[in-house]
């Protein structure tokens, strides 16, 4: 029987001293949208949550797999989960329109491999 | 002025050939929930979206952060992303109850190291 792993780039970027509003929930699903269509990803539904007083939490579902940011405006910071497969989508052309969006003074990226399909013993 | 970074644990588990129903949305979200509650976080907001012809992916939106799925049944495969802070909670207590209930045959788990708040030059 035929394996059918596959290998795919997740992108886990921390960002610190954002110079964008990260209360600003209509920027920030613009910002995931469009870094979507970057990617070259079709976005199959999105989910935003406010939290209070600060805030916002931004999920993009894509075709197979999705997009994510969680914002701390109290420390200009946001967690951003960029997890794309597909042929042809490009997780680092979806990273770059965020980094330019949102302006972070510093970012920590970390690259996970994740082998999706089945495992045959 | 202080600092006030926050580490945070991240797992990120690929599932494979798994025994549960990857396609049954109520089972999945059930399973979230719990292990959400096993992990002490508290949820806010969820979004269920059903691929055609199968497959389903659960997010679920936590106080601070979240735990979501991503099934492929066709391969018996789930993508798992725990993402939990806070004082006294436990991602590995989720990831728990996931296993025992989704019943992979065999998984990989990636345990991701992240710096939350401020970052000072």
């Not at 997740?10 to 870094?35: I, P, S, T």
């Not at 200009?76 to 497969?85: H, K, L, P």
């Not at 510093?106 to 996970?112: C, N, R």
Request: glycine fraction near 4%.
């Amino acid at each position: 029987m035929e394996s059918t792993m596959l290998k795919i780039k997740q992108l886990l970027v921390d960002l610190y001293g954002c110079r964008a509003d990260l209360d600003d929930d209509e920027l920030l699903q613009r910002v995931l949208e469009e870094a979507a269509e970057k990617a070259g990803s079709t976005v199959v539904n999105r989910l935003v949550h406010r939290f209070h007083p600060v805030g916002v939490s931004v999920f993009l579902i894509l075709a197979e797999t999705h997009i994510s940011i969680q914002t701390w405006p109290e420390h200009d910071y946001a967690a951003v989960d960029i997890f794309v497969c597909g042929e042809g989508n490009d997780p680092s052309a979806a990273w770059e329109v965020i980094r330019e969006r949102l302006e972070p003074e510093s970012h920590e990226i970390k690259e996970i491999t994740r082998s999706i399909g089945e495992r045959r013993a």
